[in-house]
């Protein structure tokens, strides 16, 4: 018996460990844990308690309310998402962990039927097992995609819980399964039909983001283009400007001659300084050799002057850049973008951008703007955007880098943003 309560216990704790893996609290992280431990530790002990005096073809059907009802609640009061996105991820660990008890309960009633041998150590060894799985390979998309999907949760949810509370009836009411052997082999159905539709879920989960990401991917380019065809008309209205200039030449300095020899020292003087004028409106101011990247300088910089942030700029391309232009300045959009956003947010005195790029000793730039000192990060560094439109910018930065071997950093420091991008050489 003794056995039998051990692997139960164990298997309350790391159901806790695997749903707060993929659970986010909207209180900070040191809180969150602090309520958890005060309140599920207690709870898991009353639940051991009671295991202690409730015979065990009943303690199954009790813990709906005296372990999941009250998880249940409490998480839902410090999630984050109280919506259909918390009920699916507390299901979903539930009736994945629920699976492996009522499995490993069938098998030993077959293989150690004397003891609870089998169940101990089968409990033992599964449960981390996908624990691990869960934090490696579960977690980190999983996570995104509570982030940035938003719409659909509520009947994923129901069909999780509808598979908590089916097993739950199956395996217990009115008797253990063990009892009606003729049962098992429609349970395991329900244990074989249980994952097959959850990985059909995160599929369909993931290639909803997949879509989310290429239509965000899409408008950038699309900016681009303008960006590029915008500049393109610059650059021509300057040049049929300076054609004029030039067609006028002749003229202007047959004036100036005229000028100079009836001594009219003043007149000449304001007409020299209106042909310096209009040779300044020939002038487009160039930020860098490369044609891409320059459009996206050209554009976002000056969305910058008129939202009146100070702007301080030392650009020193290389003549040959080791990474695909196009795709730097992907990365160039997706970072000013979210500097002027971070400004906006801030009052106009405070409105702060720097860009330096530099080529010794390597090739490396830094952005740095003012924000207002709020930012929550992931466990990879890269900064968190809750926002369902928004987001894809930073995970298209550090995509870029991981693909391309840039080592890049995300900090923060005295209500300052900062992204570093240090490029190995080509």
């Known amino acids: 018996m003794i056995l039998r309560d051990i692997s139960l216990v164990w298997s309350l704790l790391h159901t806790l460990l695997m749903f707060v893996m993929l659970f986010e609290s909207r209180y900070p992280r040191k809180k969150a844990t602090v309520l958890t431990l005060s309140t599920m530790l207690p709870l898991i002990v009353v639940n051991i308690v009671l295991m202690c005096f409730v015979p065990s073809d009943s303690f199954g059907v009790l813990m709906l309310a005296t372990c999941t009802l009250p998880s249940l609640i409490f998480f839902w009061f410090i999630a984050k998402n109280r919506d259909g996105r918390f009920l699916f991820t507390f299901c979903f660990v539930d009736t994945t962990v629920l699976e492996i008890i009522y499995i490993t309960q069938i098998l030993n009633y077959y293989i150690t039927p004397d003891s609870y041998v089998f169940m101990f150590v089968s409990r033992i060894v599964i449960l981390p ?30 069909i999780s819980a509808i598979f908590y509370v089916a097993i739950s009836l199956m395996m217990n009411h009115p008797v253990p399964i063990i009892e009606r052997p003729e049962y098992i082999p429609t ?12 990985l059909h879920i995160f599929s369909t989960l993931r290639n909803q983001q997949k879509l989310h990401e290429m239509t965000e991917r899409d408008d950038i380019l699309q900016l681009q283009v303008s960006n590029i065809t915008a500049r393109a008309n610059e650059f021509s209205a300057a040049n049929e ?11 202007k300095m047959q004036t100036i001659a005229g000028l100079v020899e009836k001594k009219q020292y003043d007149e000449l ?19 860098c050799n490369h ?13 910058a002057e008129n939202m009146g942030i100070s702007l301080r700029t030392s650009l020193d391309f290389p003549d040959e850049l080791s990474v695909p232009e196009a795709e730097l300045a992907v990365v160039l959009a997706n970072a000013i973008e979210n500097a002027i956003n971070a400004c906006e947010a801030l009052p106009p005195e405070q409105r702060y951008l720097k860009i330096s790029v530099l080529t010794a000793p390597c090739f490396m730039m830094q952005i740095q703007n003012s924000f207002n000192g709020e930012v929550e990060f992931d466990d990879n560094g890269i900064p ?17 880098c991981e693909k391309h071997n840039v080592f890049f950093e995300f900090k923060t420091e005295d209500n300052v943003f900062s992204l570093r991008l240090v490029f190995g050489n080509k």
Do not use: C
């Not at 003087?269 to 930020?287: P, Q």
């Open 129 to 158: 097992i996908f624990e691990i799985y869960f934090y490696k390979r579960l977690r980190p998309g999983y996570l995104e995609m509570q982030r940035h999907t938003k719409k659909g949760w509520g009947v994923l949810a129901l």
């Open 187 to 198: 349970a395991i159905l329900i244990f074989l039909l249980m994952p097959a539709i959850y």
């Open 241 to 251: 400007k300076f054609r004029m200039e030039r067609h006028n030449y002749r003229h």
């Open 269 to 287: 003087k304001t007409l020299v300084h209106e042909y310096n004028a209009a040779i300044k409106e020939t002038r487009v101011k160039r930020y």
């Open 291 to 303: 044609t891409v990247l320059d459009a996206v300088f050209a554009s976002y910089l000056q969305r």
């Open 384 to 400: 968190i955007n809750h926002d369902e439109e928004h987001g894809f910018g930073t995970r298209s930065i550090a995509a870029f």
